[in-house]
């Protein structure tokens, strides 16, 4: 698919549609669609921003690539004045007081934020039915999830209501919705796109990421939304990603991790398609190496271990005393207790009570500190591994999307499902997922701050499976 | 004189268990071999001292003021009410 910013872009120039049709069409489509996508409509707000950018147009006056162009929010993101609920009870009528750096930045390249996006609640799932807006259904097929936590976002992207939307992705939540809807989804590196505004679960891997049909749009949002912010120090400095750079492949040598695919936990057909896949590859004269890599188990529960630990530490400040569904009680220590137990889903209790186990005299030891041990044996392993190969290549699930309602019966298989994203996410690693080469996609890694290289690949790859 | 903290007090929920699933995870991060060499926590998200950013007090808008004020649970009387605090 080619790029749809710059199609759209040309019809509004051109005076071939008007921005304000373009923004009422997604949000009726939007309002009557029937797979959960949706937390808040922002049309009022979308409307003003349309009608001003018609205005320009027929002034005369020039307007940017992004300016007019609707996309939407995962609802975890700032965005002064509306509704930021992270899909739970305890901020369903929470409203953000500022706007994320992020969302600021395609705000003043003139895109319109058309929704806030349905998702797991406070990102705690890997399905997108931990959430109090309803389980988001699948865009191929709505019997099955949507994958998560950024769900909504994908199924939007992928049915066509937005034009791209923003993610979060912390151990996955970009990569496998994307590829559970047949989309491309992109976890940068760590930093390279500010976190101010994104409500915080694993502050150490969360990372802000856009969803889109092409590559093109990937990049083009990518380059938007990149940069350092005082307003977050673990944010980096990155270059723009021209779009002659990504055109010609270079890479010479590819790597995929021999264990995740030597084991009994994929799917055969995922398992023959990926080393088709690779096969393909080979055939085009590029080196393939098998890699080793850390089980399966270890990575993701050195992930969830970390994870936990962190989202305890972060969700502490939700006890309803400054914002939030507050339930009074007796005195204050009951109010925050009653608030959060009454108030949190049962995922998020269960991540919150897993971080503050992990966090206790006695447990730290043994299971949090041994974590950060293993999470800096990863990212040594990581070190070496691109020392040798340019780019590495995974399927992005073991399995096809499973049906609504399995994963909330079995937490342990949902976890045990992130097998192949949450690696990278210890790595700070940026991972494109691309629709092709298995059911669910493949997953493109490269060295930190190396996205030029992931989209040349990926380039490379929609001419080559 | 120590006390111990259960998690459901940890963690300000009611009731709250460990979860079997959870534990799981636990379990094969304690049985893990870990080089003991790996200590280097190379994953540190350090920022340099010359990098910091300006200590300065910035003034909220109005509009944020606004929001903070609206967001706020309980009001009376134009005062923000907080839950009634005890000492134990």
Known sequence: MESQIKALHQQLVTKQITCTALVKEKLELLKKNTHNTVNSLLDTLALDLAAKVDAKITKGEEIGLLEGIPFGIKDVYMLQGTFATASSNLLKNYKSAYTATAIQKLL???????????????????????????????????????????????????LDYTVFSIGGDTGG??????????????????????RYGLMAYASSTDCVGPLAKSIEDIRIVLNVMSGKDAKDQTSITSSEITEDAILKNTVKTVGYFKNFIENDAIAPKVKAD???????????????????????????????????????????RLDGTNYGNRIEDKNLKET????????????????????NQVLSQGFSDEIYLKGLAIRDQIAANFTKDFEEVDIILSPVTPMSPPKIGDSLKDPLAMYLSDAYTVGFSLGQLPTLTVPQGTQTGLQITAAKNNEELILKFANFLKDTI | MSKIMTVDILSSIKGAQPSEAVNKL????????????????????????????????????????????????????????????IED
């Open chain 2, 26 to 85: 636990f379990d094969v991060i304690k049985n893990a071999h870990t080089n003991n060499n790996s200590l280097n926590n190379v994953n540190y998200n350090c920022v340099s001292v010359n990098d910091l950013r300006e200590d300065l007090v910035v003034e909220s808008s109005a509009i944020e003021k606004e929001l903070i004020i609206e967001n706020f649970p309980n009001k009376k009387n134009g005062y923000l009410v907080v839950a009634k605090i």
């Open chain 1, 274 to 316: 990926f080393l088709q896949s690779i096969e393909k590859v080979k055939l085009k004269g590029i080196k393939v190496k098998e890699l080793d890599f850390f089980p399966s188990d270890i990575l993701v529960s050195t992930y969830y271990t970390l994870a936990m630990a962190e989202t305890a530490s972060n969700l502490s």
């Open chain 1, 108 to 158: 003043d390249a003139g895109a319109i934020p058309l929704v806030k996006e349905n998702c797991d609640s406070f990102g705690h799932g890997s399905s997108s039915e931990n959430t109090i807006f309803g389980a988001v259904k699948n865009a191929v097929n709505t019997d099955l999830v949507a994958g998560g936590s950024s769900g909504g976002s994908a199924v939007n992207v992928a």
């Open chain 1, 336 to 355: 925050y207790a009653v608030t959060r137990s009454e108030n949190f889903s049962e995922e998020t209790k269960r991540r919150i009570v897993g971080g």
């Open chain 1, 173 to 194: 939540s970009i990569r496998q919705p994307a590829g559970y809807n047949n989309i491309y989804g992109l976890k940068p590196t760590y930093g390279r796109i500010s």
